[in-house]
């Protein structure tokens, strides 16, 4: 009995764990699937306005490696590492699709779907 319930349990959070894993590459809409990668227009197309939005510009460091002429001798090139500060704009969109399903947090960069990030249960009525 007790072993029956352990595998039981064990199951339930295998499936559990597999579910977060996918909802991290994306989310249904209409019986459709948006994923990592996809564009703003294309979510918003499949899923329609959201029910909340927010933009903000991040300033983010890159490091670009470049070959240039070394130090010691001109001649010869070396290869260097450059930083420098790029702008990244992220938004923030919030999608409630009802009391029956999880609120969904989804994050673009640069136009481009990022992650998805599940909530607590929509407050909405469902449609």
């Given at each position: 009995m007790l072993k029956a319930r352990l595998f039981a349990g064990l199951l339930t959070l295998g499936a559990l764990a597999a579910a977060g894993d996918a909802r991290a590459e994306g989310m249904s809409c209409k019986n459709r699937l948006v994923s990592t990668g996809d564009?703003?227009?294309?979510?918003?197309?499949?899923?329609?306005?959201?029910?909340?939005?927010?933009?903000?510009?991040?300033?983010?460091?890159?490091?670009?490696?470049?070959?240039?002429?070394?130090?010691?001798?001109?001649?010869?090139?070396c290869e260097h590492v450059?930083?420098?500060?790029?702008?990244?704009?992220?938004?923030?969109?919030?999608?409630?699709?009802?009391?029956n399903r999880f609120i969904r947090?989804?994050?673009?960069?640069q136009g481009?779907?990022?992650?998805?990030r599940a909530g607590s249960y929509g407050h909405k009525d469902p449609a």
């Open positions: 564009s703003v227009y294309k979510v918003r197309s499949l899923c329609g306005e959201p029910d909340a939005a927010q933009r903000r510009v991040e300033l983010r460091t890159v490091k670009h490696r470049v070959r240039q002429p070394c130090d010691h001798d001109k001649e010869v090139t450059i930083e420098r500060t790029v702008e990244v704009v992220v938004d923030e969109w919030t999608y409630d699709f009802g009391r947090f989804v994050t673009f960069e481009a779907l990022k992650s998805v």
